[in-house]
């Protein structure tokens, strides 16, 4: 499967498990003054597209630790919806939190808990020319 149909099928499965859970908050800079009409589907794509396009917005969204990547996605994919994005091209900037020991008292044990992952994706919204 190449590359640009593995992005397709993860942001399909985003928008799947992305659907049953809450949503992130996203924050938006928008980068054009121009106002589109929201768009059913936005591509997810790792690099630029090689048809023309504009960026609309700048994107940041972060979940919780422990929170799916897919959930985080999902809601960077609406959010790029509601501007009338075309496309997003994200970068991942991840990053593992380290487990915690702790002491339990009513054992008087040690327990540790596991590293979880911190998701914080950031994508560029993307009209593309003659939409």
Do not use: W
Request: glycine content about 10%; charged content about 10%; some cysteine.
């Amino acid at each position: 499967m190449g590359i640009e149909r593995r992005v397709l099928a993860a942001a399909g499965l985003a928008l799947l498990l992305g659907g049953c859970a809450a949503s992130q908050d996203v924050a938006v800079e928008r980068v054009s003054g121009a106002q589109y009409a929201p768009t059913s589907v936005v591509e997810v794509l790792q690099h630029a597209p090689k048809q023309p396009y504009r960026v609309i917005a700048k994107l940041d969204a972060r979940g919780a630790p422990g929170t799916p990547v897919a959930q985080v996605l999902a809601s960077l994919q609406a959010k790029a919806a509601a501007l009338g994005a075309n496309a997003i091209v994200v970068q991942d900037l991840s990053a593992t939190q380290a487990g915690t020991l702790q002491f339990n008292p009513s054992g008087g044990q040690m327990t540790q808990t596991a590293a979880q992952l911190v998701p914080h994706l950031k994508a560029q919204a993307l009209r593309y020319i003659g939409n």
